[in-house]
């Protein structure tokens, strides 16, 4: 069965502070997909990264990066310089490949409030 | 502007009444899904449905229906069967996958459905 674990539910930063956020994921797949989203206040969900299994460069998009470790099954995201525009609830999800037949099928995490105070 | 419209965007229903989430998509996705959210426990997918008159139970079907009888509609019934249904309804939308091309999933804006 799949799982993905969030354990930090809610963390709080000062601007211009870095956060990171950690994500453990299960799964008996070879191939699967692993997601970060942003759920603002105002409540739709907003894609930041897709990464496949066989793919563990780490990535950075602006203040944004990510680690893949493939060996502790984490993939953890950290925002770099956080501002109060950062604040959000953000979601890791795990989607297979062998299985899903569609690209919405996701079991999220139960995601961790970022709260950037100014 | 492409993109999911549901409404409304605050719904309150009375105890033992059915009451219908609408979701509404002009990107021309033939994948279509609802989530249900809780403080502190993510999403769940509730139901999904890839082609036209066609749709799937997710993790949490009970107490909820569902029809695809339009490509860009797929509404969600939450029935007086659904013991605890005050939660964020999130609904999705995507293209089928195809040769490995992905395309992101699109949200909407969610509804928010209280018990009174």
């Known amino acids: 069965a799949q799982k993905v674990t969030q354990a930090q539910t809610e963390i709080s930063v000062v601007e211009k502070e870095d956060v990171t956020l950690d994500c453990v994921y299960e799964?008996?797949?070879?191939?699967?997909?692993l997601f970060w989203y942003k759920q603002p206040p105002s409540g739709e969900l907003v894609f930041l990264i897709r990464?496949?299994?066989?793919?563990?460069q780490n990535e950075i998009s602006g203040r944004y990066s990510w680690n893949f470790q493939k060996s502790t099954s984490s993939f953890n995201f950290t925002i770099t310089a956080s501002q109060v525009v950062d604040s959000a609830v953000y979601f890791c999800?795990?989607?297979?490949?062998?299985?899903?037949?569609?690209?919405?099928?996701?079991?999220f995490g139960a995601g961790t409030q970022v709260v950037v105070t100014p | 502007d492409g993109g999911i419209t549901q409404s409304p965007k605050y719904l309150f229903r009375k105890e033992g009444q059915n009451v219908t989430l609408s979701c509404e998509q002009n990107?021309?996705?033939?994948?279509m899904y609802w989530y249900r959210q809780d403080p502190g426990q993510g999403l769940r997918l509730i139901y999904y449905?890839?082609?036209?008159?066609?749709?799937q139970k997710g993790d949490i079907a009970e107490g909820y229906s569902v029809s695809r009888e339009k490509k860009e509609s797929f509404p969600l019934t939450v029935t007086s069967a659904q013991k605890n249904p005050t939660a964020f309804y999130l609904c999705?939308?995507?293209?089928?996958?195809?040769?490995?091309?992905?395309?992101?999933?699109?949200f909407g804006q969610g509804t928010r459905l209280t018990v009174v």
């Open positions: 799964t008996r797949d070879t191939t699967y997909y």
């Open positions: 999800a795990l989607s297979d490949a062998l299985t899903t037949d569609s690209w919405g099928k996701f079991q």
């Open positions: 999705a939308s995507t293209p089928l996958r195809d040769r490995g091309i992905y395309t992101e999933a699109f």
């Open positions: 990464r496949n299994s066989f793919d563990e």
């Open positions: 449905s890839q082609i036209v008159n066609d749709f």
């Open positions: 990107l021309n996705h033939d994948a």
